[in-house]
């Protein structure tokens, strides 16, 4: 039996690639084998953390052998060895996901250094100060990550340090500070985990690996993956790095950087460096980095490498690069690139330039562009004509505006918009253990940290607005108060943040939608001449028409006609066809609806002129235009409330049985959709595609009468062309389907009710009851309401698709639940052969792009993966 290798050298071949060597490990590799100053390590691969996590906590056998084995090779090649008291050789452990998961895992600096190798290390390099700061971070660090000290006893105990020695910033204490800094922390890990800083080297190492495995499972990466739905059975690799020292003094660094803006997609230098600092302190946001510009003054050698570089990786990779470096004693080393998180507009204006610049393809471009991320370019704005005293600025970390009650915890940010509310999470500096809150809140502002902190990448990847390093902001937590530039704020207050601008402004503001960019619109010119799936919209209204139409629908695919019946000042008239004595008093009744209907349609018809347009005869049950049987005026209103009351309406008297109880109903919808498609015609010279869909139908004889009245009607009032249909809801209609399509021009499948029927769920009880429960206990993977449930739902759709065209070869199939919005339900509705998908309007640019997706992934083409 051949044995499992757990361990691969950067320079070694490993056929897993990403998913065995993670994204930090594939790229630490794919970087030595280019050239590229990269630190010696190896990785320890995904199959260890997975292998580790079933067997209990207990490591894979062999697995610490072959650490050691390696650990040899590597002091070989650096000519150190581990735990030397003279000069030691000192690794950093790092998780590395093979899906991107920027902080929600843990990292662990400086192992190796333990009482000895700290004055070897001082005498080796002659910097005792560098030594004693490289050691109380690992003592932090280790103890936060490996035991579980809380990070704020070593944060209080440096700030206490600062103060009694009147340093403004950490750089700012002696050589001396740090050795009674480093003792003070022995202290607090003493006192915490019951027994002394771990002196052996080996053992910190075997205890660093097992707690970046246990890392995976931390409550951040849960949060993280379920919100960003990355499958939990993944597991973590864990790089262990050869520390390299950006804190060795004013010749050393750290930074990170990204070969295009990350907030725009310009090229251009961008990102940020701190001098005399590790890692660590510019992704925490413990100190506020420099432009990366700065470093050309301080350490101009390794900036010209470092940009020569960039151009590299970003040519090698074909896409934006985030890269982490450290720059020690002038020597540049990279400790990562992946492609960078970035905010819906870089993508598109990114993946524009990459094309004009012959790098990438118009079909890789359209590939790799996140259709859920376009709804940040739908995101909300400060209305321009709106009047407002900016009060406070900070840097404008991740666009889009947004309002809301300030919040200064995770936990009641998640509470309170869970209540209802919205609300703006107001933090000293985000840390992971805030998403959370962060995926709750309906903006972010941070008092510290830059561009590239835990609140400006996280809150670019989810599309929440965000404004960082906002230095008017002085939060105590605590307390939950702020002060914002000499305004005291709490937790009813509201504000308004412009994540575009970085403006901060006291109380709420009306906002507005913005405007597709030029790069969008040329994105989606691209994606429409690939895409084989039509894009139509659900509007009922001739405003929501004219927003589908501008959005680039097809089509409208549902237009619900009981949403007119609602109006105020058609109400009343609904509620007298429903209190009528007779069909006589009935038609009356209609007979004054039917000019409101037509206006309706005659508005809707003209948004849409020259494409088709689905309307569904009136679907809910009668009672739901009455009021409450305590808010009834009469006894006799009284009495027809109780008479149309139903045990479970929703399955009760609606849809197609109203037509056929009530058929003067449906004849005066169709009198007036065909009255208000000749008035179109005559006025603008454009004939309507008017399609006339009945909802649900079951059993064919429905759709049999139902059509026979339909064209009855029609023929009535002048001829126009238009097709009759049915909604497919119901499982019966979907095994079905072959009789029903006898009678049908096109199908169109509700998939809301089709998921309500098929599962069994109400949809209103479901969500607010056992639903959530279902999908925190991973019952169900997904909310089947929000993602087309494929194997169950979408088995039923598959055999109305194969069934109705087996009566009718090119029976013309769509679907208009809202699921026609999500881009895996797009997806899946591209393989199924349907004709066109139907969403809300905003939702009309995602699928559009979904569409061209599915027809690329057809045919081959797929997109970049992100790693890191």
Known sequence: MIAIRYVYDFDEAAAGGRELLGGKGIGLAEMTQLGIPVPAGFTITTDACRAYMSGDGEVPDGLEEEIQEHLSAFEEKTGKRFGDPADPLLVSVRSGAAVSMPGMMDTILNLGLNDDAVRGLAERTGNQRFANDSYRRLIQMYGQVVDGVDGHLFEDALSKLKAERGAAQDVDLSAEDLVDLVERFKDIYQTETGGPFPQDAREQLSRAVRAVFESWENPRAQVYRKAHHIPDDLGTAVNVVQMVFGNKGDRSGTGVAFTRDPSTGRPGLYGEFLADAQGEDVVAGIRTPQPLAEMQQHLPDAFEELTETMRRLEEHY????????????????????????????????????????????????????????????????????????????????????????????????????????????????????????????????????????????????????????????????????????????????????????????????????????????????????????????????????????????????????????????????????????????????????????????????????????????????????????????????????????????????????LGLIWPEIYEMQVRAIVRAAVAVEERTGNAPLVEIMHPLVGFGEELHRLRAITVATAADENEIEYLVGTMIELPRACIRADEIAEHADFFSFGTNDLTQTALGFSRDDAEGKFLTRYLEDGVLERNPFEILDQRGVGELMRIAVERGRSVKEGLKMGICGEHGGEPSSVAFCHRLGLDYVSCSPYRVPLARLAAAQAALKEAGVEAVAAGG
């Open 318 to 657: 074909r896409d934006m690069q985030d890269i982490e470096f450290t720059v020690e004693d002038d020597k540049l080393y990279l400790l990562q690139t992946r492609s960078a998180k970035r905010t819906a507009a870089a993508a598109l204006k990114a993946a524009v330039d990459m094309v004009d610049e012959g790098l990438i393809s118009r079909e890789d471009a359209v590939a790799r562009i996140d259709p859920d991320q376009l709804d940040q370019l739908l995101h909300p704005m400060i209305d321009p004509e709106a009047d407002f005293e900016v009060i406070a600025q900070g840097l404008n970390a991740s666009p889009g505006a947004a309002c809301g009650k300030v919040v200064f915890d995770a936990d009641a940010a998640a509470e309170r918009a869970a209540a209802g509310e919205d609300v703006i999470l107001v933090r000293w500096e985000t840390t992971p253990d805030d998403i959370h809150g962060m995926i709750a809140a309906e903006g972010i502002l941070t008092a510290h940290g830059g561009m590239t902190s835990h609140a400006a990448v996280v809150a670019r990847g989810m599309g929440k607005p965000c404004v960082a390093g906002c230095e008017a902001l002085s939060v105590d937590a605590k307390a939950r108060k702020a002060s914002l530039n000499g305004h005291d704020l709490g937790e009813e207050d509201v504000i308004t943040i412009d994540g575009g601008t970085g403006q901060v402004i006291l109380g709420a503001l009306d906002l507005v939608p913005p405007q597709i960019n030029e790069d969008f619109e040329t994105i989606l010119e691209w994606a429409d001449g690939l895409r084989r799936l039509k894009v139509r919209a659900n509007a009922d209204t001739p405003e929501d028409a004219a927003k589908a139409r501008e959005f680039g629908a097809e089509g409208i695919g549902l237009c619900r006609t009981e949403h007119m019946f609602m109006a105020e000042d058609r109400l009343p008239v609904v509620r007298e066809m429903i209190m009528a004595s007779g069909e006589e008093e009935r038609r009356r009744a209609l007979d004054t609806l039917l000019p409101h209907q037509q206006a309706d349609f005659e508005g809707i018809f003209e948004a849409m002129a020259g494409l088709p347009v689905t309307i569904r005869l009136l679907d809910p049950p009668l009672h739901e235009f009455l009021p409450p049987l305590e808010e009834a005026t009469d006894e006799r209103m009284r009495d027809r409330i109780r008479s149309l009351r139903e045990a479970n309406p929703m399955l009760g008297t609606r849809g197609c049985r």
